[in-house]
C-alpha cells in the first residue's frame, strides 16, 4: 500500500486534508523507535489528568455551591488515594492549597470542614512538598483553633493528623502558632491511638527551639510534667522525648533549664526510673537520665534533690542489669546515658588531676596548674556540704561502674567508667575511703590499667595511683606492690618506655613523655628504688614474702617423686590460694605458677605416675577440706591473668555503629588490571580503570578479561579510562549423588528456581572442565580464582597490623580507606588447569580406646597444639587453661568424693573469659571484616584451641558468620545489632530463599527429590504442603519434622533400638488402604504409605551393624546419604529435627575416640557384660603375673564370670545377636577361652562401634560433607552439635522455669510482661507434662524441640498478644501463628482456666 504524504504546514486550513489509513499511521509512529507508542499514550493520559484537575479545582471554588464543593472535595481525596506519587508531579499545589484552606473557615457545614482538613493531609503525604504552601496560606492558626475549640470531634482527629505531619519539617511555624497547647489541652478526649500521635506531634514541636519561643513551652509544662505519668508507653516515650529535645535546645542558658526543672519535672523522672510510674519501669531509662544529666551540669542545686530521692540504687540496678550474661548489650548508647549522668553528679576534676581523654583519635593531654588551684566551684561547694548524700551515692555506684568496666570493651564507656571511678577517689576523704574501697579489688584494677596498651587508660591510671597513695599510702603502698603496679610503674619510668618514640606520630610521642615523666615523678615521691631482692642464684624484682614462698613450693612440687611429698606440697600451694591475703594475679604470674603447675601435671613419665597425679591433683583441690574452693581459686586467678596478659587486638571498620559499614559495600573498587613485565603476547590492559564489586572472585575478573586482551588482528583499541563494572554471578554448586527414584512425582518447585537447580545440575561437569588462563598477582603474590577481591585487598592491609598486641589505638587504620585508592593487579598467561579450591577432607573415622582412662592420654597426646605465636606467659596460662577443662570433664577420678563434689558444682562455667568474649563478639560485629573473611587469627585460634573459653552464643555466632557465607554472617548480625529504624537498607548478600510443595503423604520420596535439588543450595529452604494454606517458618518447620520421624521407621532397619512407638497423627490414610497394606507390604520401603511403627533407644539411635553383602546395604547406604544432607541442611539453615541420636553417633561424625563407655549408651546389657570379661582377663593376667607354681590349668580353673568358667559359657568369635556375623575367619568354630577373651571384647566392641557401622557412618558423612565441611563443626562439643541438630527435649527444666518464660516473652498489643494473663501463661507452661510441652512447642512453632538456650532463642521472638473476644474470654481458645511464633492470648481470669484452654487448643 503507498503512503499519501502529509500535509504541509503552510498549506491552506481550508484545503481538505487527505485521509490517511490508520496502518500508515501506525506504521509511521514505529519508525520513531519501539517507545514512542507508550510515550504518545503517556502524553494523552496526562492531558486527561489535567483536565481532571482543572475540573476538580473549580468545583472546590464554586463559592456559593456547597453540594458542588463538597463533591468536589470528596473525588479530590479519591484522587489523591488512587495516584501514584509520580503522577503528581506536576500537581497544581498553589492553586488547590488557598481554596482548600479557605474550606477550613465553613463552621457552618462540618462535612466540608472535615473533608477539606482530610484533603489536605493527603495531599501532604502525597506531595510533601505542599506542607509549605499549607503553611505559607495560614492554615495553621485554623488548625489550633479548631483544637483549642473542639466542635466536631472528626474535624480534630482529621486536624491531629495533618499537624503530625506538618510537625515534622515545619515545627517551629506550628509551635509560634500555639501548636504545642493546641494538640495537648483536649488529650483525654481522643482515643489511645490518636493519644499517641498527639504526644508524638508534640515530641516533634519541640525539636530545636527558639530562645523567643521559650514562653510558648513554659505554658504547657505542666501537661507536658504529666504526661510522664500517663499509663501508655508509648505516650510516655514521646513526652521524654519533649523534655529531652528542651533541654537540648536551652542546655546553655541555666535559667530556663531551672524553669524546665520546676514544675515536678524531676519527681516524675525518678518515678520512671524506679518503676512507680503508672506506666511501670520504661524500656529506655537512659533518654530519663539525659534530661537529668543536663539539668545536673546546668543547675548542681538540683543534684542534692535527685539524690535526695533515692535514684543510687536504682543506678545501681540498671548498671548491674546491663553487666548480665556474657555478651555485650547490643544498644551501647543506654549504657553511656547512664554513665553520663552519673558522671554529671559529681562536680569536674581540676586540671592537674584531670585524665588523658581522646577525642576525635587524639590525645588531649590536660595542662598543669603552675599557681595555686582555683576557688572550689558551685559543684564543689554543694558537694562538700551535702556530703553524706554523695557518699552513699558513691557506695551505691562504685562496685557497678568497675564492673561494667570489665564487662565492656568501647572506649567511650570505658573511659566514662575511668573518670567516675577517678572522681570518687579523689573527692571522697580518706575515712569514707577506706570502707568504699574494700574488698572492690581496687589496687588490681590500677594495676590491669597501668599494663594496658591504650595510653589513656595507663594516664588515668597514674593520676588513680597517685591519690590513692596521697590519702592512703601506708594502705596501698603494700598491694600495689603485691598487684604488680609498682612494677608497672617502675617499667613506665624507664628509659626503655620512650626509647623509640622517635618513629610515632607527635601526638602519640607527647602523651608516652607526659606518662613517663608522670611515672617517674610518682615513684620518686612514694617508692624507694632498693626494692630488690635476691632469692638463691635469680633475682626477682619487687618480691614479696607470698611470692617468694610460692616459687619455692612450686619448685619443690617438681622436684619431688614420692606421692607423700607431693600432696603435702599440692595441700600447701591450695591452702594460699583460699587464704585471705590470697595470691596476686602479679604473684602468680611472675612466680610461674602456671608454667609450674602445668608441668607437674604433664610430666613426660609412664602413665600410670601420671595419673597417680591426676588423682592426687583432684583430690587436693576438689575433696579436700575446702571442697572444690581451691581450684576454683586457681581458675578465678588463671583467668585474671589471661585478662592481664592477654592483648588481642580488635580490627574495627565500622565507626558509626555495628553493620554501618556495609554501605561501603554497594560501591565497586577502583582496579587497574596490568600486564605483568614478563608477559608479551597478550594486551596491555592498565589505560583502563575498571569498578569490581567487592565481593567479586578474581576468576570473575579473569572472564571480563580474558577476551580484551587475546592478540587479535581485529580488535578495536580500548578507550582510555573506561569505567566498567564487573559482577559475579556464580552459583557455588557441587556433585551430589543422586538417588533412585522411579516413583511418581510428588514434588512441586516454584520457578524460576527449578530452571537454575537444573542448570547447575546440569552445567557440572562443563564448569569443572574449565581451564585457568590468567595468573594474577596483587604486590607480588599469586591470586587464587576463587577469592575475592576484597578478601584479598583486606589481607595485604591487614599484613602490617600487629593483632595481637598493639600500642596505641590510632595503629588501626579503617579498611574503608581501600575505596578511596586505586589497585593495581598484574597478570600474564598461565598454562595451569584451573581447580577448583581445595575441598575441606572429611576427618578420620574414630579411633577406639579399650582403656577407659585413655581418653585423657590420648588428649595429652594429639590436642594441645597451637597454632598462633602467643607470648611464654600467655601460652602457659592457656595450656593449663585447656588442661583443667579437660581434665573436668574427661578424667575421672577413683575417689568417690570428687567424683560427688564435681556432681554438685560444675565449674564449667568459670573457664569462661568475659574480656575475650566480649572482644569476639564486638569483632563479629564489625561488617567488613566479616564479608572480607580476615578476621585477625586470635579469632580462629580462641574459638578452635581454646572454645571453653567462650560461651556457646558466641561460638555458635562466630561459625555462623565465618563458615555459612557471607548473606548469613550479615543475617546473623543484623539479628545481633538490629538496624535502627529509619537506617538505610543496602541489599548486600540477601539470602534467597528456595520454596517447594510437597506432599504429606510421600514426606519420604519428596525429600530425597528435594535434596537432590536443594540439598546443597546456599538457599533457605521454605517448604509448603500440598492442599495446605500454611506457609513460611511452621510448615518449614514441620518439614523438617516429619522428615526425621521417617528417618525414624522400623521398616528401614536403620537402627539398633529397644523399643517401638507410633505417631498417629502423622498416619493419614484410610481403612481401605491400611487393609491393602497389612495385606502386601510393597518392596519398595519409599512407596509405603502407613501406618508406621518408629524406634527408639534409651541412650540414643545408632546404626545398627551392616555387612556391605547384605541385601539392603544399597538401600540403607542411599538412606544414610540422605540422611547426612538432611542433617547438614538443618544445620545451615537453624531447623531442628525430631530425632534421639546417641553422643557416639556424633562422636562418629567428627572423628573423637570411641570407648567402652560409649557401647553403654546404645548396647548396656552388652558393654556391661563387655565390662566384667575386661575384669576376668585383668584378674587372669595378674594371676599369671603373680603365679606362684600353680599350673597354668589350675590357675584358669580359680578364674571364673559369674561363678562359670569362661569355656562353660560356650562361646564363639560371633557377633552378639546376630548369628551370621563372624568376628574373624571362621569365627563360629573358634571358642573363646581365658587365652583369648581379650581379642573378643575387643572384637565386639570394636565390631558393634566401628567396623559394623562404618557403612553407614561414612555415608552419613558424605552427605553432610557435601552441605556443611564437618571440620567446622570444630568449635563445638558432641553434646553440643547433637543440640544445635535436634534442639533441647522438653525435659530441660530450666527452659521451663515461669521466670525463664518471662524473660524469652515479647508482649504487644494491650499486653506487658506484667499482664495478670500473660503470668498465667506462663504458669501453664510450667505445669505442662513432657508430653504436653511437646504438643505445645509442635503447635507453636512447627516443631516439637526448643534450640539451645530455649525460648529466648527462637525466631522470631516468642510474642504475646491480646485476643479480642465478643463475651467472655474465658470461653475462647488461644491460637497461634506458627511462621512468626505469635500467641494470641485471651485475657482469661484464672490460672486454671488459662491452663485448661491451652491443653485444650494443644
Not at 424 to 444: A, C, N, R, Y
Not at 1083 to 1088: G, I, S, T
Not at 1352 to 1366: A, F, G, I, N
Request: charged share 25%.
Amino acid at each position: 500500500m503507498s503512503e499519501k504524504p502529509l500535509p504541509k504546514p503552510e498549506d491552506s486550513p481550508n484545503e481538505q486534508t487527505p485521509e490517511i489509513p490508520e496502518e500508515a499511521l501506525q506504521g509511521l509512529i514505529n519508525r520513531f523507535g519501539p517507545g514512542i507508542s507508550e510515550l504518545l499514550g503517556a502524553g494523552s493520559q496526562r492531558g486527561k489528568r489535567n483536565q481532571k484537575v482543572q475540573q476538580l479545582l473549580s468545583d472546590i471554588q464554586a463559592v456559593g455551591d456547597e453540594m458542588r464543593q463538597l463533591q468536589g472535595l470528596m473525588e479530590l481525596c479519591d484522587y489523591f488515594n488512587m495516584s501514584m506519587e509520580e503522577l503528581l508531579g506536576g500537581f497544581p499545589v498553589d492553586q488547590f492549597v488557598p481554596s482548600l484552606v479557605d474550606l477550613l473557615n465553613y463552621e457552618h457545614n462540618p462535612d466540608i470542614m472535615l473533608l477539606s482538613t482530610r484533603a489536605l493531609s493527603y495531599m501532604i503525604e502525597s506531595i510533601p512538598k505542599s506542607a509549605r504552601s499549607v503553611v505559607h496560606n495560614h492554615a495553621i492558626p485554623i488548625f489550633c483553633n479548631r483544637l483549642m475549640f473542639i466542635q466536631y470531634i472528626d474535624v480534630a482527629e482529621q486536624t491531629l493528623q495533618i499537624l503530625a505531619k506538618i510537625s515534622k519539617d515545619h515545627s517551629a511555624a506550628v509551635l509560634e502558632a500555639g501548636g504545642l497547647m493546641a494538640v495537648l489541652t483536649y488529650l483525654d478526649f481522643f482515643g489511645m491511638s490518636v493519644q499517641r500521635s498527639s504526644v508524638a506531634t508534640a515530641a516533634n514541636l519541640c525539636r530545636n527551639v527558639a530562645a523567643q519561643n521559650f514562653e510558648l513551652v513554659l505554658s504547657v509544662l505542666p501537661l507536658l510534667t504529666n504526661l510522664l505519668l500517663h499509663s501508655d508507653g508509648k505516650v510516655v516515650e514521646s513526652a521524654i522525648l519533649c523534655f529531652q529535645r528542651l533541654v537540648k535546645s536551652f542546655h546553655k542558658d541555666p535559667s530556663k533549664i531551672a524553669a524546665l526543672a520546676g514544675e515536678g519535672l524531676i519527681d516524675n523522672c525518678i518515678q520512671l526510673l524506679t518503676g512507680a510510674a503508672p506506666a511501670g519501669v520504661i524500656e529506655r531509662p537512659g533518654s530519663v537520665l539525659i534530661v537529668l544529666q543536663v539539668i545536673c551540669k546546668r543547675q548542681p542545686d538540683n543534684v542534692v534533690g535527685i539524690l535526695e530521692r533515692g535514684i543510687g540504687p536504682v543506678l545501681k540496678n540498671l548498671l548491674e542489669s546491663n553487666d548480665q550474661g556474657s555478651t555485650p548489650t547490643p544498644n551501647s548508647s543506654h549504657i553511656l546515658d547512664l554513665l553520663s549522668f552519673v558522671n554529671s553528679v559529681f562536680p569536674e576534676l581540676p586540671p592537674n588531676r584531670a585524665p588523658i581523654v581522646v577525642k576525635r583519635e587524639q590525645y588531649i593531654i590536660p595542662k598543669q596548674l603552675v599557681d595555686t588551684p582555683p576557688e572550689p566551684t558551685e559543684h564543689e561547694k554543694i558537694l562538700r556540704d551535702n556530703f553524706s548524700l554523695f557518699e552513699n551515692f558513691a557506695q551505691c555506684v562504685y562496685g557497678a561502674v568497675k564492673e561494667t568496666f570489665s564487662m565492656n570493651i568501647d572506649t567511650t564507656i570505658r573511659t566514662q567508667c575511668l573518670s567516675i571511678v577517678l572522681k570518687i577517689i579523689f573527692f571522697i576523704p580518706e575515712d569514707k575511703l577506706i570502707p568504699l574501697l574494700k574488698d572492690m579489688g581496687t589496687s588490681t584494677f590500677v594495676a590491669n590499667l597501668l599494663s594496658s596498651n591504650r595510653h589513656s587508660y595507663v594516664a588515668t591510671a597514674l593520676r588513680l595511683a597517685n591519690v590513692l597513695l596521697e590519702k592512703m599510702e601506708e594502705i596501698f603502698r603494700k598491694y600495689f606492690t603485691r598487684e604488680g603496679a609498682v612494677f608497672a610503674i617502675e617499667t613506665l619510668a624507664s628509659p626503655e618506655y620512650i626509647k623509640d618514640i622517635d618513629s610515632l606520630d607527635i601526638n602519640t610521642k607527647e602523651v608516652k613523655k607526659w606518662i613517663s615523666q608522670e611515672a617517674k615523678a610518682l615513684k620518686e615521691k612514694f617508692f624507694v628504688s632498693d626494692d630488690m631482692d635476691e632469692s638463691e642464684d635469680e633475682v626477682i624484682e619487687f618480691a614479696t614474702e607470698e611470692l617468694k614462698k610460692l616459687r619455692k613450693l612450686l619448685k619443690q612440687l617438681n622436684k619431688a617423686e614420692e606421692l607423700v611429698d607431693q600432696k603435702e606440697l599440692l595441700e600447701e600451694v591450695a591452702q594460699m590460694l583460699i587464704s585471705d591475703g590470697g595470691v596476686s594475679v602479679f604473684e602468680f604470674l611472675r612466680s610461674g605458677a602456671a608454667e609450674s603447675l602445668y608441668s607437674f601435671l604433664s610430666a613426660n613419665i609412664n602413665s600410670d605416675q601420671r595419673e597417680e597425679r591426676w588423682e592426687l591433683f583432684a583430690t587436693v583441690m576438689e575433696a579436700g577440706k575446702h571442697s572444690r574452693a581451691p581450684l576454683q581459686a586457681l581458675i578465678t586467678l588463671l583467668q585474671n591473668t589471661l585478662l592481664q596478659s592477654e592483648k588481642f587486638v580488635i580490627l574495627l571498620n565500622d565507626r558509626k555503629g555495628p553493620g554501618s559499614g556495609i554501605k561501603f559495600l554497594a560501591k565497586p573498587f577502583k582496579l587497574r588490571l596490568k600486564r605483568s613485565s614478563d608477559e608479551t603476547v597478550l594486551s596491555d590492559f592498565s589505560s583502563n580503570v575498571v569498578g569490581i564489586e567487592p565481593l567479586a572472585s578474581v576468576g570473575a575478573v579473569e572472564k571480563f578479561l580474558w577476551d580484551k586482551i587475546q592478540p587479535a588482528v581485529d580488535i578495536e583499541e580500548e578507550e582510555e579510562d573506561e569505567e566498567v563494572v564487573i559482577e559475579d554471578n556464580s552459583m557455588d554448586s557441587s556433585g551430589f549423588e543422586e538417588f533412585a527414584d522411579d516413583t511418581e512425582h510428588v514434588l512441586e518447585v516454584e520457578p524460576p528456581a527449578a530452571l537454575r537447580a537444573s542448570a547447575c545440575l546440569q552445567s557440572r561437569k562443563s564448569e569443572n572442565s574449565t581451564s585457568k588462563r590468567l595468573q594474577f598477582y596483587y604486590n607480588g603474590e599469586p591470586l587464587a580464582s576463587d577469592d575475592n577481591i576484597f578478601r584479598l585487598l583486606q589481607h595485604h592491609f591487614n599484613k602490617n597490623l600487629s593483632v595481637l598486641r598493639a600500642d596505641s589505638v590510632a595503629n588501626i587504620t579503617p579498611a574503608q580507606k581501600l575505596w578511596n585508592t586505586e589497585h593495581t593487579l598484574s597478570y600474564k598467561r598461565t598454562m595451569i588447569a584451573s581447580s577448583s579450591a581445595s575441598k575441606p577432607q572429611i576427618p578420620p573415622e574414630p579411633s577406639l580406646l579399650y582403656n577407659s582412662t585413655n581418653p585423657m592420654q590420648y588428649f595429652m597426646e594429639h590436642n594441645l597444639n597451637f597454632s598462633l605465636p602467643v607470648p611464654d606467659d600467655l601460652r602457659a596460662v592457656l595450656l593449663f587453661l585447656k588442661f583443667l577443662n579437660k581434665f573436668m570433664n574427661t578424667w575421672k577420678p577413683k575417689s568417690k568424693v570428687v567424683r560427688d563434689m564435681r556432681r554438685d558444682k560444675d565449674l564449667s562455667s568459670d573457664l569462661i573469659a568475659n574480656k575475650i568474649t566480649l572482644k569476639l563478639s564486638q569483632q563479629l560485629q564489625d561488617t567488613l571484616m566479616l564479608c572480607c573473611g580476615e578476621l585477625p587469627p586470635w579469632c580462629e585460634f580462641v574459638a578452635r584451641c581454646c572454645p571453653f573459653l567462650l560461651p556457646f552464643d558466641i561460638r555458635r555466632q562466630y561459625f555462623t558468620c565465618t563458615r555459612l557465607g557471607i548473606a548469613r554472617a550479615l543475617h546473623c548480625l543484623q539479628q545481633v545489632c538490629p538496624p535502627e529504624n529509619g537506617a538505610e537498607q543496602f541489599k548486600v548478600g540477601r539470602i534467597h530463599r528456595q520454596k517447594v510443595r510437597v506432599s504429606r503423604s510421600h514426606i519420604l520420596r519428596c525429600v530425597f527429590r528435594v535434596m537432590e535439588l536443594y540439598g546443597r543450595s546456599k538457599s533457605v529452604l521454605e517448604v509448603e504442603f500440598f492442599d495446605e494454606a500454611g506457609t513460611g517458618l511452621g510448615p518449614t518447620l514441620e518439614f523438617f519434622t516429619l522428615v526425621s520421624h521417617q528417618l525414624q521407621r522400623s521398616d528401614l532397619n536403620m537402627w539398633c533400638h529397644d523399643s517401638t512407638y507410633s505417631i498417629p497423627r502423622e498416619d493419614h490414610i484410610d481403612e481401605t488402604k491400611k487393609q491393602q497394606q497389612k495385606k502386601k507390604r510393597p518392596d519398595n520401603p519409599l512407596q509405603a504409605e502407613g501406618p508406621f511403627q518408629y524406634v527408639s533407644n534409651k541412650g540414643g539411635l545408632f546404626p545398627s551393624p551392616l555387612k556391605e553383602s547384605d541385601s539392603n546395604a544399597s538401600f540403607i547406604r542411599k538412606m544414610f546419604q540422605l540422611f547426612g544432607v538432611v542433617a547438614g541442611k538443618a544445620i545451615l539453615d537453624e531447623r531442628m529435627l525430631d530425632i534421639h541420636l546417641s553422643l557416639p553417633f556424633f562422636k562418629w561424625l567428627v572423628g573423637k575416640p570411641l570407648t567402652i563407655s560409649d557401647l553403654a549408651i546404645v548396647y548396656p546389657e552388652i558393654a556391661k557384660s563387655m565390662r566384667e570379661f575386661q575384669k576376668v582377663v585383668q584378674q587372669y593376667r595378674d594371676a599369671l603375673a603373680s603365679n606362684e607354681g600353680v599350673s597354668k590349668e589350675d590357675l584358669q580353673k580359680t578364674i571364673l564370670y559369674r561363678d562359670c568358667a569362661i569355656e562353660d559359657l560356650c562361646l564363639t568369635f560371633v557377633l552378639p545377636g546376630r548369628s551370621d556375623w563372624e568376628l574373624k575367619e571362621n569365627g563360629k568354630d573358634i571358642p573363646v577361652t581365658l587365652d583369648n577373651l581379650a581379642e573378643y571384647v575387643e572384637l565386639v566392641v570394636e565390631t558393634l562401634l566401628v567396623s559394623g557401622v562404618r557403612v553407614q557412618m561414612e555415608s552419613f558423612r558424605k552427605g553432610f560433607q557435601s552441605v556443611l565441611p564437618i571440620t567446622s563443626l570444630c568449635y563445638f562439643s558432641v553434646s553440643e552439635i547433637s543440640s544445635m541438630l535436634c534442639g533441647w527435649t522438653p525435659t530441660s527444666q530450666e527452659y521451663w522455669e515461669v521466670n525463664a518464660i518471662l524473660d524469652a516473652i515479647v508482649c504487644d498489643h494491650q499486653y506487658t510482661i506484667n499482664s495478670l494473663p500473660v503470668q498465667y501463661f506462663a504458669t501453664a507452661l510450667h505445669s505442662l507434662n513432657n508430653e504436653e510441652k511437646r504438643n505445645f512447642l509442635f503447635f507453636l512453632t512447627g516443631s516439637p524441640r526448643l534450640p539451645i538456650g530455649g525460648f529466648k532463642s527462637l525466631h522470631p521472638r516468642l510474642t504475646v498478644v491480646r485476643k479480642d473476644t465478643e463475651g467472655s474470654p474465658d470461653d475462647y481458645l488461644p491460637s497461634v501463628m506458627t511462621c512468626v511464633n505469635y500467641v494470641k492470648l485471651p485475657a482469661y481470669s484464672a490460672p486454671d482456666i488459662t491452663a485448661c484452654q491451652l491443653k485444650r487448643a494443644i
